[in-house]
């Protein structure tokens, strides 16, 4: 396993800069150092990715652009002072993602499901309807716990369409997202344990994982919706 690459301190100053400068006047000017410490995070999320593929099945990595899409944003600043990545599970019978997020002061990783489409959160949130039991049971084991705290996620203020409100378990039905974050110091990111922290952490979630996709790949009686 991959565990000698590190983030240096070099790319937590060039993000400072960037956001001190955020301009395109001055990114032009260190378009050069930009490559460079794209190209080091790059390298991490590939050995991240790598780790991954020991104890699950990754089908793609992806680096988000550091250009910002301004279109419907009152923020107009060009660039994004981070840079992020996220890692795909492999087909439709693995579901969910892991993330992670590279800013001086705001360091992180998240796993779980962002933004689920109408039917997968339709399907979770019957799933939880009809018992919540193995769900609670999973998010609220010791090791899970320790590493990622509570689950996460946006949330209706009321009862979804066709849910009740007085349900024991509406706390869970009513969210949108269903997500975990773990966030870190830059000298816990700077450290060169934290490509082994980032995919502790990682495998950490994996029972939340496997109940997720076994929930999104099977009906109500727990037959396989798969072909």
Sequence with gaps: MASNITVSKEVFNFLSDLKKNNNKEWFEEHKSEFKKYQSEVKTFLEAAKDNLNHHDEIEKTKMFRIYRDVRFSKDKTPYK???A???SRLGAHLRGGYYIHIKPGESFIGVGFFA???EDLFRIRKE???DAGE???VINQKELKAIWGELRGDELKTAPKGF???HPDIDLIRKKQFMFVRNFTDKEVLSPTF???VDKSYRAIRPYFDLMSDILTTNLNGESILE
Excluded: A, Q, T
């Design 164 to 166: 009740d409100k007085e």
């Design 128 to 130: 939880l309807e009809m």
């Design 135 to 137: 769900f609670r049971e």
């Design 116 to 118: 689920p489409n109408k």
């Design 85 to 87: 990545g996220f890692f």
């Design 195 to 197: 490509l082994d922290e």
């Design 81 to 83: 002072s981070h840079f």
